[in-house]
């Protein structure tokens, strides 16, 4: 009986030492395959297929790229084929990083096994319960293990039991979409165990990442900071410890001040942190880099449509879009910021093909739903959107976009306080969502609440400085009859105009707050620049007139007719009283520019006539004298 015993375990160690051979092989395979890197050749075994087809692959250059962009977010790429370099030492393969041209990456340190080989089966049976989702009966599977995956996942239960629990409060109080002050019932336990395993420095990367959750769940943002930049520090390949911490840098200063290694991951969580910070110039150079070595991965390529979407550059971050779904048709993920731009572009047969494809792959999607949203919103049926937003936060409550659009369709359908109620839920998932404060901004001027629209659209604007759109909207609340401040007015037209805002409103503006206020050089200078944009876009229309006459008259009260005669006989051209006061003003300009007679030659004039006079009346005086004596000699 003890000899068939031993041979069942000598079989089963076996058995797990190959796996483990068949599963690292395997990893490496994959890593190479993923960044297109030729293998090494010492590292390869049988159980490993041979990637001498793959390492000979061609790649497009960028010359033989399919999408064109302009000079600042064009891609190079160079034809060096890399080799990933293995360490051997120990139990386990210290791998490098991913190396790139003239920068110096640092190892990547794999995790350190604990040997609790003995809890292996009772391990397995808790993450088959975890698996279910039955996440009690996982943690209380692992109560008496000490291994450190079994600590790990024992706490990961427990903290998702009590998110669960929470959500399951949160429907029972006040609906789906309720909000109250539930909270997760073992933050508090579990925030004791972790802080005291981290002191004994019996932690590793999983560990610490789930105590970093569990800190900002609790309010402790810099400590939350602080471990999982240790996470990450730690095992760099955890993407979702660096999705925490890049929920933490709300701003750049605490994104600078973060003590990183220089790993190429590094790279990647720049790339997300400078989109979230709405940073897209730094975004485009970031992603630019890291495609000189992942040249083929969707995920940068929709990180560069993502920024030139913020930079209002439309018609070539469509173009990426349109890369992005030819080389994978079946994507979800950040097609609907590809939804929102072709709203934007009012492209009704596009964004209808888009939905239409969406709802055939999964309609049971947030992303799905949100883009079919945003086909029936560009239709104007509104309540239909509002529907399908309804559907995407009972999928995911936390889904931002779906908040923030799901207001915008109640301020079309004049529904202000359920508008007022998404805006509020979407700055509560994110602060950092300029959209929703501008959307409660718009939503308090509706209500004629100017002073409380304002207090939103500055919040918006100094989160979103760039935008010339919010910086109009604060202007006009500014101008509106209840403040009139009109000073106010002038400096965030001003700031629209620096933001180059392309439909010259703040342009019309600066010119009529100008002239309202007397001050008519400056507003001669403004209607100036309104109108040579007008001529550069073709646009005609009353702001054109209006700039025309003010032009004419403030000419012509200069003496400057030659100028003013240019304006006012492009104002010919139009029919009706424009043309009437036209030709009033181009007369009384040419009888200005002809002139009456001056005052010195008037006085000439004069003097001169008294003069004749006065000679004629001496010569007739001298004539009658001449008769008078003919009459008195005879």
Request: charged share 25%.
């Amino acid at each position: 009986m003890a000899s068939k015993e031993t041979y069942r375990t000598e079989l089963r160690s076996a058995a797990r030492q190959l796996g483990d051979r068949c599963l690292h092989s395997a990893a490496k395979w994959a890593a190479e395959l993923l960044v297109s890197l030729e293998p090494d050749p010492s590292s390869s075994s049988s159980s490993t297929p041979p990637l001498s087809s793959l390492s000979s692959r061609n790649f497009p250059s960028a010359s033989t790229s399919s999408r064109s962009l302009s000079a600042p977010y064009g891609r190079h790429f160079d034809g060096s084929s890399l080799r990933r370099r293995l360490r051997s030492g120990g139990s386990a393969a210290d791998t490098s990083a991913t190396p790139v041209g003239g920068i110096s990456y640092v190892s990547t340190p794999m995790p350190v096994e604990d040997g609790s080989e003995g809890d292996s089966d009772v391990y397995l049976l808790a993450k088959a319960y975890f698996d279910c989702r039955e996440f009690r009966r996982a943690a209380h599977v692992l109560g008496k293990q000490t291994g450190r995956k079994a600590v790990f996942l024992r706490c990961y239960a427990l903290y998702l039991a009590g998110e669960k629990r929470k959500e399951e409060e949160l429907i029972e109080i006040e609906g789906s979409f309720g909000k109250s002050e539930a909270v997760n019932s073992e933050l508090v336990s579990l925030e004791r165990e972790l802080s005291s395993l981290r002191k004994a420095g019996a932690i590793d990367s999983f560990g610490l990442y789930l105590y970093g959750i569990i800190l900002r769940d609790r309010g402790c943002e810099n400590l939350a900071i602080t471990v999982l930049v240790e996470s990450v520090n730690s095992f760099p390949w955890n993407w979702s410890a660096w999705l925490e911490l890049l929920s933490l840098c709300t701003t750049t200063d605490i994104l600078n001040k973060l003590n990183l290694k220089n790993h190429w991951m590094k790279d990647f969580f720049l790339a997300s942190a400078y989109q979230e910070l709405k940073m897209h110039d730094e975004t485009l150079k970031k992603c630019e880099s890291l495609q000189a070595v992942f040249r083929r991965s969707d995920h940068i390529q929709a990180q560069i449509a993502t920024a030139l979407y913020g930079l209002r550059e439309l018609d070539e971050a469509e173009v990426v879009f349109e890369e992005i779904l030819r080389n994978d048709p079946y994507r979800l993920n950040t097609m609907d910021i590809y939804s929102n731009l072709l709203y934007a572009k009012e492209c009704f047969s596009a964004l209808s093909f888009l939905a239409h494809k969406v709802f055939l792959t999964d309609k049971y999607q947030p992303e799905s739903c949100c883009i079919i949203a945003n086909y029936y919103s560009l239709k104007g049926q509104h309540e239909k959107a509002v529907l399908y937003f309804r559907r995407a936060l009972k999928l995911n409550r936390k889904y931002l976009s779906a908040w923030t659009l799901m207001g915008h369709e109640y301020v079309e359908m004049k529904n202000t306080p359920a508008a007022i109620d998404a805006y509020r839920r979407a700055v509560d998932i994110n602060p950092r969502d300029y959209r929703a404060w501008y959307g409660l901004g718009q939503t308090y001027e509706m209500m004629s609440m100017p002073f409380y629209a304002l207090y939103y659209f500055k919040r918006a604007s100094y989160l979103q400085p760039s935008d010339a759109r919010l910086w109009l909207a604060m202007a006009q609340c500014y101008q509106s009859a209840p403040l009139e401040m009109l000073e106010d007015a002038i400096k965030c037209y001003t700031k629209a105009v620096n933001c180059n805002e392309r439909e010259g409103i703040a342009l019309h503006q600066l010119a009529k707050l100008h002239s309202d206020l007397g001050y008519s050089e400056k507003a001669a200078y403004f209607y100036k620049k309104d109108l040579e944009m007008m001529d550069a876009e073709e646009r005609q229309g009353p702001n054109m007139i209006e700039a025309l006459l003010f032009l004419t008259k403030y000419l012509k009260a200069e003496k400057r007719f030659e100028e003013a005669e240019v304006y006012c006989t492009r104002l010919l051209d139009y029919s009706g009283p424009e043309k009437e006061t036209a030709m009033s003003l181009l007369r009384g300009l040419r009888i200005a520019q002809s002139g009456p007679p001056s005052s010195s030659s008037l006085e000439q004039k004069h003097c001169s006539s008294n003069t004749e006079d006065m000679k004629l009346l001496a010569m007739l005086t001298q004539e009658n004298w001449d008769l008078y004596g003919e009459v008195i000699n005879s």
